[in-house]
C-alpha cells in the first residue's frame, strides 16, 4: 500500500530560526500535498497544499517544495515564533485502488524562545 | 458555512458498553473518514467512505468496530464492548473528492473508557 514517511518525529528549533520537515512518498501518481498543523487538543487544521504542476509554494512565512522526481515534499517556516510550536501532519494521495488521502507520522515542533 | 460537526464532544463510559459516535460532514462532501488519535500520537485511519461505493474499513482494528453513512450525509462510529484502550479522540474528516481535495476536520469526540 501506499506509505508516507514524515521526517523527523521531533524537532526543536530557536525562535527566529527556520525549520524544514519532509515527506516522502511511494505513489508516482500521487498530485496533491498537503500539510496540516495540530495544535494541542485541537483538530487538525490545513496550513498551505501544493499540487504537482508546480514545484514551490509560499504563503508569507511557510512555504512548501516539491520534488515528484524523488517523490519528496517538504515544509519549510521561516522566522519560527513561539506559536508555530504545535505537531504537524504531511499527506498525499493514493491514486490506484482506494484513491484515498495518507497522512504521516507527524512532526512535534517546539519553537524554544 | 457550517464545518465538520461531530457528536457527542466528550463521552466517558464504562468497559463493556457499546458507544456511538456521530459525524455531519460538510455539505456535498463526497469523502468522509474516520480517525482515531491516542494521546501524543499521530492520525490513526479507521474506515473510508467514498459516495455510494463500498467503504474501505482496512483500518477497524477489530469486530468491535463498525461504521455506517447513508449516502452522502451523516455517519456514524460504533465501538461494541468498549475497552480501554479504545480510550482516545476520534477524529471525522470530510473532502469534496476523495484523493486530490482538502479534508476538513471536526473537532473530535474524546472518549474516556472507565
Known amino acids: 500500500g501506499e506509505n508516507v514517511e514524515q521526517h523527523p518525529s521531533t524537532l526543536s528549533v530557536q525562535e527566529g530560526d527556520s525549520a524544514v520537515i519532509k515527506c516522502t512518498y511511494s505513489?508516482?501518481?500521487?498530485?496533491?500535498f498537503p500539510w496540516y498543523k495540530q495544535e494541542l487538543g485541537k483538530r487538525p487544521q490545513l496550513i498551505i497544499d501544493i499540487r504537482s504542476n508546480v514545484g514551490e509554494k509560499k504563503d508569507q512565512r511557510i512555504a512548501v517544495t516539491l520534488n515528484k522526481t524523488a517523490k519528496h515534499f517538504s515544509l519549510h517556516i521561516t522566522e519560527t515564533q513561539p506559536e508555530d510550536s504545535a505537531v504537524y501532519f504531511c499527506?498525499?494521495?493514493?491514486?490506484?485502488?482506494?484513491?484515498?488521502?495518507?497522512f504521516g507520522q507527524g512532526t512535534r515542533l517546539t519553537i524554544n524562545p | 458555512g457550517a464545518g465538520v460537526s461531530q457528536s457527542p464532544s466528550n463521552k466517558v463510559t464504562e468497559k463493556g458498553k457499546d458507544v456511538e459516535l456521530r459525524c455531519d460532514p460538510i455539505?456535498?462532501?463526497?469523502?468522509l473518514y474516520w480517525y482515531r488519535q491516542r494521546l501524543g500520537q499521530g492520525l490513526e485511519f479507521l474506515i473510508y467512505?467514498?459516495?455510494?461505493?463500498?467503504?474501505?474499513k482496512s483500518g477497524l482494528p477489530s469486530d468491535r468496530f463498525s461504521a455506517e453513512r447513508t449516502g452522502e450525509s451523516v455517519s456514524t462510529l460504533t465501538i461494541q464492548r468498549t475497552q480501554q484502550e479504545d480510550s482516545a479522540v476520534y477524529l471525522c474528516?470530510?473532502?469534496?473528492?476523495?484523493?486530490?481535495?482538502?479534508?476538513?476536520f471536526g473537532d473530535g469526540t474524546r472518549l474516556s473508557i472507565l
Open positions: 467512505f467514498q459516495g455510494n461505493s463500498a467503504p474501505d
Open positions: 505513489d508516482s501518481a500521487s498530485n496533491y
Open positions: 499527506a498525499a494521495p493514493i491514486i490506484q485502488g482506494a484513491q484515498k488521502l495518507v
Open positions: 455539505s456535498g462532501h463526497t469523502a
Open positions: 474528516a470530510s473532502s469534496y473528492l476523495p484523493r486530490d481535495q482538502p479534508q476538513h
